[in-house]
């Protein structure tokens, strides 16, 4: 079964700087990876997915990730975070094959500072 | 634009209640989802739905039972509520059963059981 793994619990950073959030994922073979945002008291929302092709993904609200697959990893980047950027970030899996559904991380907060 | 509603936004019942979490999506998608997300453990698929009356178990069905008897309806049953079931339960539908379909999310239920 596939896993993911986000290290970083809780992040923070000054409003124009530029962000990276970390994930990790374990499957056998070139998974479905997928970046969801939560905003405070909403569901979640698709920022971005890669299912194969380009490496470097861009998706809504100017974020974008790097498929690397030589270190099993999907980080989210963004140039420069906005005060509307906080929110809760969930990096998912699904395999490419089978009938496995979503697995999710366990997300990274992310708070932004004047 | 898809829309997933979840028929409250904060419910309070007693330990051994029966609950019924409803969810709505209204853009004819074949996969509705239940998920239950606390803190440090992310999301976890509790039950899935390819059809009408068709179910599936997720990760962590016990305790839990589910009814879809419409196309745009999936509700979530707690038959016994303990308080190890206070939880953020989401709601998600999907246009159909592939993983790489994207997931659209309601604003989520936040259950507390006394």
């Known amino acids: 079964a596939q896993s993911v793994t986000q290290p970083d619990i809780h992040i923070t950073v000054s409003e124009g700087a530029s962000l990276e959030l970390r994930c990790n994922y374990s499957y056998g073979a070139t998974p479905y990876l997928f970046w969801y945002v939560q905003s405070p008291g909403q569901g979640l929302q698709l920022l971005l997915k890669y299912f194969s092709g380009d490496t470097l993904v861009q998706g809504i609200k100017g974020f974008e990730a790097e498929f690397k697959r030589s270190q099993s990893s999907f980080n989210l980047r963004k140039p420069s975070v906005h005060w509307s950027d906080a929110a809760e970030y969930f990096c998912a899996v699904a395999p490419s094959v089978g009938n496995e559904k979503l697995t999710f991380g366990t997300g990274t907060r992310l708070t932004i500072i004047p | 634009d898809v829309k997933v509603t979840q028929s409250s936004r904060y419910l309070v019942k007693r330990t051994g209640e029966k609950v019924f979490l409803e969810c709505v999506q209204d853009m004819d998608h074949e996969n509705m989802f239940w998920y239950r997300q606390d803190p440090g453990l992310g999301l976890r698929l509790i039950y899935f739905?390819?059809?009408?009356?068709?179910?599936e178990k997720g990760d962590i069905p016990e305790g839990y039972s589910v009814s879809r008897e419409k196309k745009e309806r999936f509700s979530l049953i707690l038959e016994s509520a303990s308080t190890n079931q206070t939880s953020m339960y989401l709601c998600?539908?999907?246009?159909?059963?592939?993983?790489?379909?994207?997931?659209?999310f309601g604003p989520g239920t936040r259950l507390l059981v006394l």
């Open positions: 739905s390819y059809d009408v009356k068709m179910k």
């Open positions: 998600a539908s999907s246009l159909d059963s592939g993983a790489q379909e994207t997931q659209y």
